[in-house]
C-alpha cells in the first residue's frame, strides 16, 4: 500500500515537477496539493496523509510557520523541500528546529525542473527513511 504524500509549494510548475517525481515511485502517491502553509493546513483536517513534502518561501503563510502549527495536527513526517534550505544553512537548521523530520535542497532555485535528474535519488531516499522510522 502506498505512502500518502501531500506536496506544498506555492510554484505550480514545481508542484507538477514534484507529483511527476512522485508518480515514479510506486511506494508513494499524492493525495493533496497546496499553494501554500495556509492552504495546507486547512487540507491537512480529514485527510490521511503520511508525509508532506513542504517548500519554505511561499506567500500567506511559508513553511516554517506552517511547521509551528503542523506539529500539532499531524503525525506525518515533513521533509522541506527548498531552494533556501541547503544542508547547513540557516533556513535549514530553523526547519529542523520547529520539527522538520528532513531536509532536501531544491537543485536549481524555486523551480527546479532537473529535480529528478540532479536529487531524484536522495529525495526518493530521504522519503522512504522519514516513512520508515
Known sequence: ????VMIVDD???MRLYI??????LPDFKVVAQAAN???ALDKLAGSDVDLILLD????VMD????LRHAKLKTRAKICMLSSVAVSGSPHAAKARELGADGVVA???????HDLEEKTGDELARTM???VAA
Open 37 to 39: 502553509g495556509q492552504e
Open 56 to 59: 519554505i518561501e511561499m506567500p
Open 1 to 4: 500500500m502506498p505512502y500518502n
Open 128 to 130: 522512504r527513511a522519514l
Open 63 to 66: 513553511g516554517l510557520e506552517f
Open 19 to 24: 507529483a511527476s517525481f512522485i508518480r515514479s
Open 106 to 112: 531544491k537543485p536549481s532555485g524555486t523551480v527546479s
Open 11 to 13: 510554484a505550480a510548475m
